[in-house]
Each structure stands twice: as C-alpha cells, then as structure tokens.
C-alpha cells in the first residue's frame, strides 16, 4: 500500500472527497437559504419581540454545544455516517415547521412552538456536523486549504446571489406566515438531497480510543493553541451575536420590506465572492494573521454606519446597500481566517474533541451574546432619544461593532502569528507592485 494511504487518503482520493463536500455544502447553502435564513422574518410574522430574536440566536449558538455528544456517536458510526444519520434526523421537525407555517395564526403560543422546531433543527444538525470539520482536515491534508475552501464557498455565495432574489419576490414586502411554506418546504427536500450527497465524501478511519472519551477532551483542551482560539473565538461570536440578529429590527423598523431585507443576503453574498479568491491565496501564502488584522479592524470601523442610517425608505436601500456589501467582502476574510486558525490550532490525533472544543466555545460565547444581547436590545428599543437626538439602539449597534477591535487584539496571541507576515510589510510590499 503507499505510504499516502498508510496515512491518509491518497490524492485521487482526496480529490473526489473535495468535489463530494463542495456538492454537500452547496445542499446546506440551499437549505439555508430556505428556512434559516428566513427564521427571523418569520418569527417577527408571529409577533416575535428582539427577545424571541435574542434566544433564537441563543440557541442556534448553544446548540452547539451538543458536539461533545456528536463526538461520542462519531467514535461508534464513524464522521460520514454521522453526518447522514444527523441530516436524515432533521427531516422530522422541519416537516413539523412546514405544517406550523401552514396553518399557524400569530398569537404568543405559536412563537414558542417555531421556536422549539427550529431550535431542535439546529440541535440535530450541529449533532451531525461534528464530522464536517475533521472530514475537511481528512479531505484538504497536503493540499492548500484556502484554495479549497474559496472555491468551495464561491458556489455556496454564487447561489447566496440568486436565491434571495427569488425567496424576497416570492415572499414579497408584508408576507403572512402561511406564504413560509413553500419555501420551508423546498428546505425540507434539500436537506433530503444533502443526506444522500453526504455518502459519497471519503474519510480517514478514527484510531480505536486508548483513553476515556473525558480524558481525550481534557487531553485536547491542554493543547494551549486551542485555547488561545477558543478565547478569540468566544469573544468573536459574542459580540456578533449581540449585535446582528437585532439588523432586521432597525431596518423593518425604519421600514424597509422583507423583500429588500432578504435581497440584502444576495448584496452580502456579492461582497463575499468578491473576496474569496483573494483571502483564500492570502491565508494560504501568508497564513491568518494579514487577514484578521484587515478584515477585523474594518469591520470595526463599518460600526460607525449606523449613526448615519437614514429615515426615508429609498435612502435606506442606498445605505444598506453598500454596508451590505462591504460585510460580505470582510465576513468572507474572517470566516476564511479562522479555518485556518482554527486548523492550525488542532491536533490530527485529537479531531474531533479539538474541533468540538473549538466551536464550543464560539457557541458559549454566541449563546451568552444572544441572550444578553436579546435583553439589552429589548430594553433600549423602548428607550427614547437622547438629548442629543441619537436614537439608543443605533449607538447600541455601533459600540458592539466598535468592540470587535477586542477580537482583534485576541487574533494577536493565535498559533503562528509572530511568524506570519505582519500587514504593515504585505502593505510595503503591494506599494511596490502597484508602483
């Protein structure tokens, strides 16, 4: 047998495994698309206040937590199997979601009710997804894990640019909850299709286990590179969690419609695949720390938009617009910063425990960020304007993005960082090219 199979999967293998994940995560993009994305405006059909928005956001990030039990499964069914058994789980309550949308009149009983389904959708899926990181090491080990990455999220965003278009027309500027059921319903079949897609990716077997599974966790969160991540990465979704989730409340508020609320996904996607190509070669030949530094810092300063959001309705598609897209173009780096942080800091040996301890913490860190989040937000919308005439939940928004320079700081102490390329001399270097 070759040494690569002895190791691993061989390169022919690994190819075909990148081209089976690339279709599952295009299946998870649809999706998305389909029902997660359209979660919020849903809710707030139901008469949902920013605190059912705040524990919505809550459980999506808590729910992550359920990967430690995802780990123990994964020893016994193996991470491709895992991931079917996981999918094919979700079929249940996202059936029970289409029925609710179907016949569900708005009233504070049918709140709860959406949101235990769609909490127990993300609880199951997160359950399966505990194979998907150890099964992109698996797939990417040798090969340049930025190269793969951007052109597998270059479909997932080419598809973010049309899908929105066509839920937003369908769904229309006032929707009821009964016109959520069509697209619930295609978000049930696509999980279907991802099921079946998520048999074809190869894997490399899980070692037999010489220690108890608590050992092996405690072996892994020793690791002092996963724990400088998992400190970055809980601030991170902290503060993410607090802040965006309540978006839709401003701007549905100030009066833009849920089919400009949601083509806003299709403007975020375009700023994402406009960048893609371009972090992906910057991680891969410089590592993470250039791209957290612009994408972090930038996004930082981007707090500052709120306190110019506009009254009228068309001058609030001229701002969001842009602010939109200028998201996309960063979310896109950080996003593709952090995977490879998050890779770098991992150990082989330790997968599934390192990954699970790694998005358990962005899920402590989410979790507390929606629910205190969804509390603040909920007693500032009452407030009235300041002396000043500032309205409170607009300097709530920048202040929570001002406070992502905190991540950044975080990003300063990731595995690898004192030898990666600083940006001020990648600066000096593009200088010289340009001139």
Same mark, same amino acid.
């Given at each position: ?10 390169? /022919? ?35 949902? +206040? ?8 809550? +459980? ?15 020893? %016994? $069914?193996?991470? #491709? ?17 289409? =029925? $609710? ?46 190269? #793969? ?13 049309? $899908?929105?278009?066509? #839920? ?10 009964? %016109? ?12 279907? =299709? ?8 190869? /894997? ?26 998992? $400190? ?90 842009? #602010? ?13 910063? /952090? ?9 082989? +040996? ?64 990731? +595995? ?20």
């Amino acid at each position: 047998m070759p040494e690569e199979d002895r190791e691993g999967l061989s390169r /022919e293998q690994r190819r075909q495994g990148q081209a089976a994940l690339t279709r599952v995560a295009v299946a998870f993009t649809f999706t998305n698309s389909f029902i997660w994305s359209l979660s919020a405006l849903f809710l707030l059909g139901l008469g949902a +206040t920013p605190f059912h928005l705040g524990l919505l956001e809550t +459980t999506s990030q808590l729910d992550r937590t359920a990967r430690l039990g995802g780990v123990k499964i994964m020893e %016994r $069914l193996g991470k #491709v199997s895992l991931m079917f058994w996981g999918r094919v789980a979700v079929l249940l309550p996202t059936t029970a979601l289409v =029925a $609710l949308a179907f016949s569900a009149q708005p009233s504070p009983s049918i709140i709860w009710v959406a949101l235990a389904m769609l909490a127990l959708i993300s609880l199951l899926k997160q359950v399966g997804n505990t194979g998907w990181w150890p099964l992109i090491q698996d797939n990417t080990a040798g090969d340049a894990l930025g190269s #793969v990455l951007s052109h597998m999220r270059i479909r997932q965003r080419s598809l973010d640019l049309v $899908l929105p278009l066509i #839920v937003g027309w369908y769904l229309g500027t006032q929707p009821s909850t009964q %016109r959520f059921v069509l697209p619930f319903a295609l978000g049930l079949l696509t999980t279907g =299709a991802a099921a079946w897609l998520i048999r074809g990716i190869g /894997e490399k077997p899980i070692p037999p286990p010489e220690t108890g599974f608590w050992s092996r966790l405690i072996e892994a969160g020793r690791r002092s590179s996963l724990r400088r991540y998992g $400190l970055y990465s809980m601030v991170y979704s902290f503060l993410s969690a607090a802040s965006i989730p309540f978006w839709v409340v401003v701007l549905t508020g100030r009066g833009m419609g849920a089919i400009y609320f949601v083509w806003m996904t299709s403007v975020a996607a375009l700023g994402n695949l406009c960048g893609l190509l371009w972090w992906g070669r910057l991680v891969d030949g410089h590592g993470s720390r250039p791209v957290l530094t612009i994408t972090l810092l930038a996004q930082a300063l981007l707090g500052l938009a709120w306190l110019g959001l506009p009254s009228q309705p068309l001058w609030l598609l001229a701002w969001a617009t842009p #602010v939109y897209l200028i998201r996309g173009v960063l979310q896109g780096g950080v996003q593709m910063g /952090e995977n490879r942080a998050m890779m770098d800091a991992v150990s082989s +040996t330790h997968q599934g425990e390192g990954f699970t301890l790694a998005l358990f913490a962005s899920a402590i860190g989410g979790g507390l960020g929606g629910l205190l989040g969804g509390f603040a937000f909920q007693w500032i919308n009452q407030l009235p304007l300041t002396a000043a005439g500032w309205d409170p939940k607009l300097l709530y928004l920048a202040a929570l993005q001002l406070a992502m320079v905190s991540a950044w700081y975080l990003s300063t102490f990731l +595995t690898g960082h004192d030898q990666q390329s600083p940006l001020r001399t990648l600066a000096r270097q593009w200088r010289r090219r340009f001139l």
